[in-house]
């Protein structure tokens, strides 16, 4: 049995009377392309840098590749490359000379050249690999980063946001990119505002809201548990037949929205209508997504 | 540097990239960091050697123009030695860049040795520099080449690490400049760079004992003219302890993360 990547064990962190972290468990397997949701100041981030070692957790155990981020750091943080959320830069360098600082930091030397390089050209440095980081643009800048988290080639990857902000074209490249890494077997963690990134690329998701994880599945389970398919319907009439009034997740103006647990509820609901003699404008059968489970499991209720 | 990449082994790689990044980033923008330490310490001699050389002797024999050059090396040296370790931090905590080092498997060891030697190297750049300018026009001699450099590397050592724990502490670059203008500047001023703690009354002079700073610019002076105010080896002593003690609170710092891990 191989050692997960990155293993979290009850993990705490408080912040003076702010409890950020509540006993958070989970567990990612090599390999895997894992998503972190939550809505702002789930602990998302508190998560992931005490992962890093920017921050100590107040009790637990986390390790990354079996190594743990307190006792055996050293090891932990060369198994792992963070990109940070924030476009943090160094002014006085430029970005080949940064990547090449940063890989040296880890230990790597000239033989390492050929992988910056590479990096370089993969996420579309080249042009700029000699202009100074502070002249590179924000989307540049979002590269530079993503490639100085590379820099020691290492097997576990985070990124904390990484599209905040950046354009289609360039989050397109990015997920390329990080799609080619992961399947050449470098386990990937991501976390996410945009919930469709993380429902076409993320094997597994974990929701978060408030300090614990309050989701744990794939995203294909998360997608069938927490989330059917919704009919919409436009009737002729402003009120709905009393027996499909268990079903309304909202309606107005007519238009009603049906939470359908499965398909077969499809025929119910028409022959309701039929039977109450309600004439039907438009109707439209939609697709379920990660947003729907996000809602239910974080959202008001 | 390229001819030191070569020969660095694998495992002081991680130490001396992160010295190297610190070379080089006072070096890219050495007119500010070298020059103008320099062209300072020159006015400096310019204007005290002409108001006052000839109505002052302080050492017998020595001119007070020679006298004073000891003296402003070893301030601009000291205060440049603060001004890069300080800076530095305080510009990759303020900028957030200071993550690329701590998301690093360098230890907090590596992290002080990188930053301490870094230092160094700037404050014997600008003392040395200003040193070659000097001797155009002044006739210093060198009596004891070993104080000099003991003290030389003593003092920019001191100074980096005090560099060091004000930039951890310092949360923006106004408490940083406050611990140059409060703490630094008085000390070296009020040190004995310009005059002789002798020619001071008794009661001054007792106080400037109490100064660090008095001990390396009198030791680095003795150096020069085989003559101080006091015997270089209490010099060496109590900057050695200073050294140490600073030492120890910039390596618990580190250890402990304070302000820079959460």
């Not at chain 1, 002249?135 to 980063?145: F, I, N």
Request: charge should be neutral; charged fraction near 15%.
């Amino acid at each position: 049995m191989t050692v997960p990547a990155i293993q979290i064990e009850q993990v705490h962190k408080r912040f003076g009377s702010l409890h950020a972290l509540k006993g958070v468990d989970l567990t990612v397997n090599q390999g895997e392309f894992f998503g972190l949701l939550g809505p702002n100041g789930a602990g998302k981030s508190t998560l992931i840098n005490t992962i890093a070692g920017l921050l100590r957790p107040t009790s637990g155990k986390i390790s990354v590749m079996g190594h743990d981020v307190v006792d055996d750091y050293q090891a932990a943080r060369m198994a792992l490359g963070v990109v940070p959320q924030e476009l943090v830069f160094d002014p006085f360098f430029n970005v080949r000379e940064m990547l090449r600082f940063q890989a040296g930091y880890f230990g790597r030397g000239k033989e390492n050249d050929v992988w910056v390089d590479e990096v370089i050209e993969t996420l579309g440095l080249t042009d700029k690999a000699h202009t100074n980081m502070r002249k590179l643009s924000g989307g540049m800048k979002r590269r530079a980063l993503i490639a100085q988290a590379l820099a020691h080639k290492p097997p576990v990857i985070v990124l904390d946001e990484p599209t905040a902000g950046v354009d289609v074209e360039l989050r397109q490249l990015m997920w390329e990119f990080i799609k080619r890494l992961n399947a050449e077997g470098h386990t990937v963690i991501l976390t996410t505002h945009y919930l469709e990134e993380a429902e076409a690329l993320c094997s597994r998701v974990a929701m978060m809201k408030q300090g614990e994880i309050v989701a744990l599945d794939s995203t294909a389970n998360l997608l069938n548990k927490f989330a059917g398919k919704n009919l919409r319907l436009k009737l002729g009439q402003a009120t709905l037949p009393a027996s499909l009034l268990p079903m309304l997740k909202n309606g107005e103006n007519g238009v009603f929205t049906l939470a359908l647990s499965d398909l077969g509820q499809v025929e119910f609901a028409l022959s309701e209508l039929r039977k109450a003699n309600v004439v039907i404008e438009d109707m439209q059968l939609i697709e379920a997504d990660l947003e729907d489970v996000f809602l239910s499991l974080v959202g008001g209720a | 540097m390229n001819m030191l990449d070569q020969l660095i082994t694998q495992k002081w790689r991680g130490t001396y990239t992160l010295f190297k990044k610190e070379v080089l980033r006072f070096w890219r923008v050495a007119f500010q960091t070298i020059a103008s330490p320099v062209l300072s310490a020159l006015l400096y001699l310019l204007i005290f050697s002409h108001a006052l050389s000839g109505h002052v002797e302080v050492y017998k024999g020595v001119e007070y123009t020679a006298f004073l050059i000891p003296g402003l090396i070893m301030m601009s040296l000291l205060q440049n030695a603060f001004a890069n370790s300080s800076s530095s931090l305080v510009q990759s905590k303020v900028m957030g860049s200071i993550v690329f080092v701590l998301l690093t498997p360098l230890t907090y060891m590596q992290f002080f040795i990188a930053f301490l030697a870094a230092s160094i190297i700037r404050g014997l750049m600008v003392g040395l520099s200003i040193y070659l300018v000097a001797i155009w026009f002044v006739n210093v001699p060198i009596t004891h080449f070993v104080w000099i450099l003991t003290f030389g590397i003593l003092g920019a050592a001191l100074l980096g690490i005090f560099g060091i724990i004000a930039g951890i502490w310092s949360d923006k670059f106004d408490q940083m400049a406050a611990f140059q203008n409060f703490v630094i500047m008085p000390l070296t001023f009020l040190s004995g760079v310009f005059y002789s703690i002798h020619s001071l009354p008794h009661f001054w002079q007792i106080i400037s004992k109490f100064n660090p700073f008095f001990y390396m610019i009198d030791g680095f002076r003795y150096g020069f003219f085989g003559q101080g105010d006091i015997s270089p080896w209490i010099s060496l002593v109590v900057v050695t302890a200073f050294l140490l003690a600073l030492a120890w609170l910039a390596l618990k710092m580190l250890k402990s993360g304070y302000k820079l891990r959460g």
